[in-house]
């Protein structure tokens, strides 16, 4: 009755572990971004940086690919999980221990009979000395060390994906604290220039009011413009310095003077963008890795979760050795043993189908997170591409402009100079200027911050060619 029951049991749970499938995630992509034709780009992506042709930046990338703490601390978790990998398989291994012992009894008689029969006294010492090796084994016919192994290196390439992403983040980051660092040195050299522009103004004014040429309250009105652009230097010095110690500690040199970053006051050309396509992000982009290994391994502990319906056999098989020396009596003598066990969940099923719709459900949180991840992805990518192109535009328009303004302004000066534009005139053109320097500077900044973003959205940042092909 008792094999009847358990053989039932054992093939109702063979059926239910059959319905344990995941559902398959959704990855449907465009075949191309809904992006303006780019020229097609050489870089290789998974060292973007160099592209720049800039060795500060590249020196500064690596030393943060190394020092970083949120770099080293993925790579310590990652060592952890490897760890706890091993654990997840030798579970499954034989288990045993070798115990020995010895044991020296002096004994006394005070009073009463003495006893000294072959394996009994009472009097006298008496020695004692044993050896086990007792093994436990759970034999595994159903595949649990299998499933376990696939779901233990499941988590493995999971958290190797986010140790990944972790580098190309800071890679990332420290190229857009770089471009910002450089943005800010080349607001400073422009505020610098207007003070400097605005002195001469001054010097005009004070001149052509000293000689009855202008009112005298001209060169008060240039000293307050000449005031805030000279604050405006300050202000940029002391934003320059606090960009320049936030790349230091990205870089892992915290007690390094700021002097030692070199941010000149220049903003070059980003590097054309690859062509890819949509479906290329599923092995470039180490988040999208990440997701479908996380959801491996929920699928491994899903299946895990319904073979604990499934009987378990355990063989325990073991050796002995031992001594015992008394007076006038010794005895030696060996064993083994070996038995077996049978264990199958019946009053427990209850628990055990509640675990395995807990298991069920996280499943279904994977896909979908896996599924949320590959679209995010593309978003991310494709806004990125849209946005680069659009600020290239914009490089173009002001840098026309910024042209167009200085060449207003210069003619303004040299005319007030000369007596033929009044104050407010050239006032207003340098105004002008200004205010669409400034526009070109932030869009420069902007185009290289902005690549730096599809360059890390496009999969940028680590080489997915050095791991197979997720399955």
Request: glycine residues 6%.
């Amino acid at each position: 009755m008792r094999l009847a029951t358990i053989a039932s049991v054992s093939l109702a749970a063979l059926a239910l572990a059959g319905c344990v499938t995941a559902r398959k995630a959704d990855l449907a992509l465009p075949t191309a971004y809904e992006t303006p034709a780019a020229p097609p780009g050489s870089i290789v992506l998974d060292t973007w940086w160099t592209a720049f042709n800039d060795p500060e930046l590249t020196t500064l990338i690596e030393q943060a690919l190394v020092r970083n703490p949120d770099i080293r601390t993925a790579r310590s978790r990652l060592d952890e999980v490897k760890a706890q990998r091993t654990s997840a398989i030798l579970q499954y291994l034989p288990t045993g221990n070798a115990t020995a012992g010895g044991r020296e009894t002096t004994t006394e008689q005070l009073s009463g009979t003495r006893a000294n029969i072959p394996g009994f006294t009472n009097d006298g010492t008496s020695e004692n000395y044993s050896a086990n090796f007792n093994v436990s084994w759970e034999v595994d016919p159903f595949g649990r060390a299998l499933l376990a192994g696939r779901s233990a290196n499941a988590e493995v390439d999971t958290i190797r994906f986010a140790y990944e992403a972790a580098r190309a983040g800071i890679a990332a980051q420290t190229a857009d604290a770089y471009f910002q660092a450089r943005g800010l040195a080349i607001q400073l050299a422009d505020a610098q220039e207007t003070a400097r522009i605005q002195t001469q103004l001054y010097e005009v004014a004070s001149k052509r009011a000293a000689v009855g040429l202008a009112a005298s309250t001209e060169p008060d009105r240039v000293a307050g413009d000449l005031a805030q652009a000279q604050a405006q230097v300050a202000g940029l010095e002391a934003q320059l310095q606090i960009q320049k110690r936030a790349i230091l500690i990205l870089a892992g040199r915290t007690v390094e003077p700021t002097v030692n970053v070199a941010a000149p006051p220049v903003v070059g050309e980003a590097p054309a963008v690859p062509v890819l396509i949509p479906s290329d992000l599923l092995q470039r982009r180490p988040d999208v890795r990440q997701a479908q290994q996380r959801l491996r391994s929920a699928v491994g502990q899903e299946q895990l979760a319904a073979l604990a319906f499934f009987p378990t056999f355990t063989l325990s098989p073991g050796i002995g050795w031992s001594k015992i020396v008394q007076p006038n009596f010794s005895s030696e003598s060996q064993n083994w043993s070996i038995g077996g066990s049978i264990s199958q969940p019946i009053l427990s099923i209850p628990r055990l189908m509640t675990e395995l719709k807990v298991r069920n459900a996280r499943t279904e949180q994977a896909v979908t997170a896996y599924e949320k991840s590959v679209q995010t992805a593309f978003q991310e990518s494709e806004s990125a591409l849209v946005s680069l192109e659009a600020d290239r535009r914009r490089v173009v328009l002001l840098t026309d402009g910024e042209t167009r303004a200085a060449r207003a302004y210069q003619a303004s000066a040299t005319g007030y100079s000369r007596g033929l534009t009044d104050l407010s005139t050239t006032l207003s053109a340098e105004r002008s200027w200004r205010a669409v320097r400034a526009q070109l500077t932030a869009a420069q900044v902007q185009a290289l911050r902005r690549s730096v973003q599809a360059y890390k959205a496009l999969g940028g940042g680590w080489a997915p060619q050095s791991y197979a092909r997720a399955r």
